[in-house]
């Protein structure tokens, strides 16, 4: 009787549980049924734009891009309450014509790229599906080189395509899906409170300069997770852009479980930073065959707090001077900006400012870290108050040589005078700051051993060094 009552109780619930569940399409919104050819020459922006809008309208769903498709567009903008799903085996591509990117990715300054899937003021955005978006990022470009490809001349309009701008998005998901061959910045997050980007994959060309993966632009309470990035410029940056002001500081950003690949630095923190970059863990990440590991390149006014680097394996290795950084695993800088002729110089300054000044760098931490590298550790600013309370604890350094670059120098650019220090290579090289803590570390020649090799740790103008 209990067994019957039981059964009676589940094919209840069962049914009433058919009868309440969605409907198949329902809030689904299918790309193709608002006009999408899918044949990879069309340009469908129109018909996507016209999906997302019919499904914000409606209170809210899903944007499907089906399977089995290339959907070739042009620039088109997200809206509140959608989630834009791509299928397997399913592509967006970035409509290669220049003349479609009109909208700035920096606003008033047009020096810096355009947008093309973009969105503001938004809430509960998310993007999802083991689809592709595809920046078409080397039809942008000039002529390729051994190192790199050659940028197209400009003045003050760049018309090369960001893949991702969001503005000012509340409750940001974006999971699963693999971005490729950006033609400028991949994924840009700014003025964005409370985002979650998991699971997806940045497989940008290494011969593309600018084509950062993550940058996080005063943005707040982000969790970045399980992501393999490869780009030719950082991997993962957070900064505070001066065009964005209003929005305030970067704060409160965890990023974990994640592999990068980069030709300049694969976690940057700056060098735009007119603000505050505070509360920031990075936990269990890999870097390997890349510029730059793990970089802090304080160039304005703003200052970086309370940063954790832990449990992580870095490899770094020399690449062409195309490239900033000389393979340095680990670098923590604050150096004025240098006054330049860039394409942008006149937003690097905070305006009617002639010339720059750096913020403080302070309470960096660095535990388990084991690096390989051709080059060791640098530390260094512009007073010796400026980059304090600096700790290394279980840090292990292998020195070994592996290309044929010139060793000995280190990368201070972009900063006021000589980018360069020429010098030998040591393991840690501290120039002008306080409050350092060398703990457990150890640092290894391997078997190849340059001329310009010599002893662990040089020191110029630091106070208050303690080695244990």
């Not at 509960?124 to 050659?150: C, H, P, R, W, Y």
């Not at 999971?175 to 699971?199: E, F, K, P, Q």
């Not at 965890?254 to 920031?280: H, L, P, Q």
Request: aromatic share 8%; charged share 25%.
């Amino acid at each position: 009787m209990k067994i019957k009552a039981f059964l009676f109780a589940l094919c209840t619930l069962f049914l009433w549980g058919a009868c309440t569940a969605p409907k198949s399409g329902e809030n689904m919104y299918n790309i193709m049924d608002y006009g999408a050819k899918g044949d990879g020459r069309t340009d469908d922006a129109a018909a996507i734009q016209a999906a997302i809008q019919a499904c914000s309208e409606a209170g809210g769903g899903t944007v499907l891009v089906p399977a089995g498709h290339t959907f070739m567009c042009s620039p088109f903008a997200l809206a509140s309450f959608v989630n834009l799903h791509l299928e397997p085996n399913s592509t967006l591509l970035a409509n290669p014509n220049e003349a479609a990117y009109t909208l700035s990715a920096f606003r008033e300054n047009r020096g810096e790229g355009m947008m093309w899937i973009h969105g503001k003021d938004l809430k509960q955005v998310s993007i999802t599906g083991t689809g592709t978006i595809d920046g078409n990022g080397v039809a942008f470009m000039g002529k390729e080189l051994d190192d790199s490809f050659e940028l197209k001349p400009v003045s003050d309009f760049d018309p090369r395509p960001h893949v991702l701008t969001l503005v000012n998005v509340e409750k940001l998901v974006v999971r699963d899906v693999t971005i490729r061959n950006s033609a400028y910045w991949t994924v840009h997050l700014i003025g964005c409170n409370d985002a979650s980007i998991d699971g997806i994959s940045i497989m940008n060309n290494l011969k593309i300069r600018n084509g950062d993966g993550i940058d996080v632009d005063h943005s707040k309470n982000v969790r970045i997770a399980n992501c393999h990035i490869e780009s030719g410029d950082d991997c993962i940056c957070l900064k505070n852009r001066r065009e964005f002001e209003e929005y305030g500081a970067c704060e409160d950003i965890v990023v974990t479980n994640c592999t990068m690949i980069s030709r300049s630095c694969a976690i940057k923190i700056g060098s735009e930073n007119m603000d505050r970059i505070n509360r920031v863990l990075f936990n269990n990440c890999i870097v390997k065959e890349s510029n730059r590991g793990i970089g802090i390149q304080n160039r304005d006014e703003g200052t970086v707090t309370d940063v954790i680097f832990s449990n992580m394996i870095v490899d770094c290795m020399f690449f062409s001077d195309v490239w900033w950084g000389k393979a340095e695993p680990i670098y923590v800088t604050s150096y004025p900006r240098a006054v330049g002729n860039h394409k942008d110089a006149g937003w690097r300054f905070p305006k009617g400012a002639t010339e720059g000044h750096c913020g403080e760098v302070s309470r960096i931490y660095f535990t388990n870290v084991k690096c390989t590298s051709e080059n060791g550790i640098f530390v260094g600013s512009d007073t010796p108050d400026k980059v304090n309370r600096i700790y290394f604890k279980d840090v292990n350094l292998l020195l070994q040589k592996r290309t044929t670059y010139k060793g000995g120098i280190y990368d201070k650019r972009p900063c006021v005078g000589e980018g360069f220090i020429q010098d030998k290579t040591y393991g840690f090289y501290l120039d002008t700051a306080s409050d350092i803590l060398i703990d457990d570390c150890t640092v290894t020649w391997g078997d190849i051993r340059p001329d310009f090799a010599t002893e662990g740790i040089k020191q110029k103008n630091v106070t208050n060094l303690k080695i244990r």
